[in-house]
């Protein structure tokens, strides 16, 4: 790389590294903040370093392409990988460290189709990228042994994974969703090797707070009450396929396509359980509902109703003091209803903080996930989330599956010979299609009771 593409590439990742500095979720977890600071000032050392070596350099600084070595190509020749781009092509965007991940799915699915190496996918790809090296620690990582020790601080050698590829990575999987910025307000924990932790929290009562006495009189001896909460890792799978025509003709865009599927086939899937009602069980996660009896809406419609509604959810949280991270949650329909709704006066109170995603001065979540009618209140401060090591992807073209996005069966069911067929199958062998799935081991679990309040069936 030239001092002049490090110098960019460098102060690329001083933003990145200070945007996380400034959207920290605890100022006090004071380690994290710390080591933010301490990457910031090694990187920005670099630039200047480089600086100075590109100045030093002046006209003998080497250029881009030698001219023996450029190659001017007919209309008829195919163009190769590795060769400049029509003038029309946009610039590409700069990785972000989540996108690493996605392009070890893409070698491995351009891998399994053409029958080739997954490093030379890699390399026609993503050969003349300045962050090549990146993407191929982040893909060495992911497939085979480590020749050498993983740590977090050598560049393209799980550096990028394991501060921030894996976090980033999820936020991408779930982009758009409820379940991303609500628990990136609240408390996320990679398990590791591990198969569960227990978090302990307080209990409601009984309280250690504080008596005024008469002087001389005893003083009140209190003890509080703690629980624990024991949580361990569920697995998050899902599979989507297409068929191998795209796969081999749609290249470059291939890169956007798997990570649209991704996003379309998971985000809904989390946010969907994430939100209900349902109690965990061996297979999933609580939703944030379960346990939790629904508000009555406030009836006549209008500013009252909404006023009302609003006044009750927050005394909800208020009653437990639990509004110290408090995130409403609710469909567009309900957004769009807050920013239309006219108190006595003909004015729109509510019109500028909700457009703005805001509401009482409390974040707002929006997503057509969340049924018409209802609005959730939560406080993401006692939200946590854990998650596996890695998500794990595999592709195949010779599965028989059965394509049922809700409740799918095994392939036949029964005893040997009288089984039923589920329906509709398809095998991916017959019909020259890929499939492409995803295992992600996660969970949630609330610390602690009455830090959701919900409504249904809102009146305005």
Known sequence: MLYSERIESAQKEV?????QLASL???????????????????????FAWTEAEKALGDNAPIT???????????????????????????????EPGDY??????????????????????????????????????HDWYTRA???????????????LAVTGQGEFFNQITAGSVFQPVASRGMQITLGRYGQISMPTRAATPTVAGSFVLEGSPIPVRQAAFTTVTIGLKKLAVITSYTREIAEHSTPEIEMILRQLIVDDTGIAIDTVFIDNVAATAIRPAGIRAGVAGLTPTAGGGFTALVGDIKALVGALAGVNALRSPVW???????IAISL???????????????????????????????????????????MVVQGNTPRFDVSDQATLHYEDTSPLQLVTGAQGSGVVASPSRSLFQTDSLALRMILPMNWALLRTGSVAWVTGVTW
């Open 15 to 19: 933003v990145t590294l200070q945007d």
């Open 25 to 47: 979720p605890d100022a006090e977890d004071v380690a994290r903040v710390s080591d933010l600071t301490a990457r910031i000032g090694e990187v920005k050392g670099k630039i």
């Open 65 to 95: 392409v030698p001219k023996e070595r450029i190659t001017v190509y007919s209309p008829a020749q195919p163009l190769p990988a590795s060769a400049p781009k029509a003038w029309a092509q946009p610039k590409r965007k700069a990785a």
């Open 101 to 138: 991940v996605i392009r070890h799915f893409l070698a491995k699915t351009l891998a399994f189709v053409t029958k080739r190496p997954a490093e030379a996918v890699l390399e026609e790809h993503y050969g003349a990228h300045g962050d090549f090296e990146a993407t191929r620690g982040v």
């Open 146 to 160: 480590a020749t050498a020790p993983a740590t977090t601080t050598t560049a393209g050698w799980a550096a990028e």
């Open 329 to 335: 949650i609710m469909n567009p329909v309900q957004q």
């Open 341 to 383: 709704t006219q108190n006595n006066d003909g004015d729109f109170p509510f019109q500028a903080d909700i457009n703005a995603n805001r509401l009482l001065g409390y974040s707002v979540v929006v997503s057509s996930t969340v049924p018409a009618g209802m609005v959730i209140l939560i406080n993401a401060d006692d939200l």
